[in-house]
């Protein structure tokens, strides 16, 4: 019954931004933590950036941090994603997930969308 929803993903160019939420359905974001992953062809689902929704705080990974930024909508109630500075290296499945612990391991979030695509061209 519990359902995670990513949007916002698209085609853009390197330098552009775009900026991803991740919505859910059959309980809210307010006792979990909620993670950003992707996964490129080929390669095992990364993590990106989490965050603890009540507390607001965040971890982000070497790769992405000071371009990518984690927050929290309380009025839609949806976790974004503000992604500056996009590399083709981006280029990836972006996927929300949860968990009920203080975790980037990807195995440990319970529930996950269907991922939203992220192609940044040269």
Known sequence: QVRLAESGGGVVHAGD????????????????????????????REFVARIWYTTNS??????????FT?????????????MNNLKPEDTAVYYCGT????????????????GTQVTVSS
């Open 70 to 82: 984690i927050s929290k909508d309380v009025v839609t109630g949806t976790v974004n994603l503000q």
């Open 99 to 114: 968990a009920i612990i203080w975790t980037t391991e990807s195995k440990e979030y319970e529930v996950w969308g269907q």
């Open 17 to 44: 931004s775009l900026t991803l939420s991740c919505a859910s359905s059959g309980r809210t974001f307010d006792t979990y933590g909620v993670g950003w992953f992707r996964q490129a062809p080929g390669k095992a």
């Open 58 to 67: 965040k971890t982000y990974a070497e790769s992405v941090k000071g371009r």
